[in-house]
């Protein structure tokens, strides 16, 4: 069945309900928007990590609670610190892995974000030097004009975020290159 030109406002998604965090975004073009990958899956370990050590931590206290003589508790503070100190360097790590990006689609090029340092380190490509765009295993290798390549670890993204990433940059190149935009 074919479908119809024109959508009607009754087919159309209701818009986002307010108070929730995400701005109905309809209104913006598809050119100007941007895509945001974060290390999704590294986030998530590291934060599963971090509570595991916070409840061994609870179970110490708990378990050893009236075991250790009042003349040796140090045992029990130390296994505890070793327990915690972690723990918090784990939820610290994991909440940024989960909530700064590592690669940004934007209409203007790719922009590749790594972990230490972002600000200092940060890479931009525009479109119009990336060539092509190829994909091996977990890494996905840009191939730049002037002959160097940019190469993005995807192995802290989920499995669905990296065939997102994949398939957003090379549909972005190919309409660019079929189009003709930037060439001389």
Same mark, same amino acid.
């Given at each position: 069945?074919?479908?119809?030109?024109?959508?009607?406002?009754?087919?159309?998604?209701? &818009?986002?309900?307010?108070?929730?965090?995400?701005? %109905?975004?309809?209104?913006?073009?598809?050119?100007?928007?941007?895509?945001?990958?974060?290390?999704?899956?590294?986030?998530?370990?590291?934060?599963?990590?971090?509570?595991?050590?916070?409840?061994?931590?609870?179970?110490?206290?708990?378990?050893?609670?009236? *075991?250790? *003589? &009042?003349?040796?508790?140090?045992?029990?503070?130390?296994? +505890? #610190?070793?327990?915690?100190?972690?723990?918090?360097?784990?939820?610290?790590?994991?909440?940024?892995?989960?909530?700064?990006?590592? $690669?940004? $689609?934007? &209409?203007?090029?790719?922009?590749?974000?790594?972990?230490?340092?972002?600000?200092?380190?940060?890479?931009?490509?525009?479109? +119009?030097?990336?060539?092509?765009?190829?994909? %091996?295993?977990?890494?996905?290798?840009?191939?730049?004009? %002037?002959?160097?390549?940019?190469?993005?670890?995807?192995?802290?993204?989920? #499995?669905?975020?990296? %065939?997102?990433?994949?398939?957003?940059? +090379?549909?972005?190149?190919?309409s660019l290159h079929h189009?003709?935009?930037?060439?001389?």
């Open positions: 069945m074919l479908e119809p030109e024109h959508t009607s406002s009754e087919t159309l998604p209701s &818009p986002v309900k307010t108070g929730l965090g995400v701005d %109905d975004i309809r209104h913006i073009p598809v050119q100007e928007r941007e895509l945001r990958f974060t290390r999704n899956r590294a986030g998530a370990l590291l934060t599963g990590s971090a509570f595991l050590l916070i409840a061994i931590a609870g179970f110490l206290q708990l378990a050893g609670h009236g *075991t250790i *003589t &009042p003349y040796l508790p140090a045992p029990l503070w130390a296994m +505890q #610190a070793a327990a915690v100190v972690p723990a918090v360097l784990f939820l610290y790590l994991g909440l940024r892995c989960l909530k700064h990006a590592a $690669v940004i $689609v934007t &209409p203007l090029g790719v922009e590749i974000l790594p972990f230490v340092r972002p600000r200092h380190t940060m890479r931009w490509h525009l479109w +119009q030097q990336i060539c092509s765009a190829e994909r %091996d295993g977990t890494r996905l290798t840009l191939r730049l004009a %002037d002959g160097t390549n940019a190469v993005i670890g995807m192995a802290p993204l989920t #499995a669905a975020s990296r %065939d997102m990433l994949v398939h957003a940059v +090379q549909a972005r190149l190919n189009s003709g935009y930037g060439k001389a």
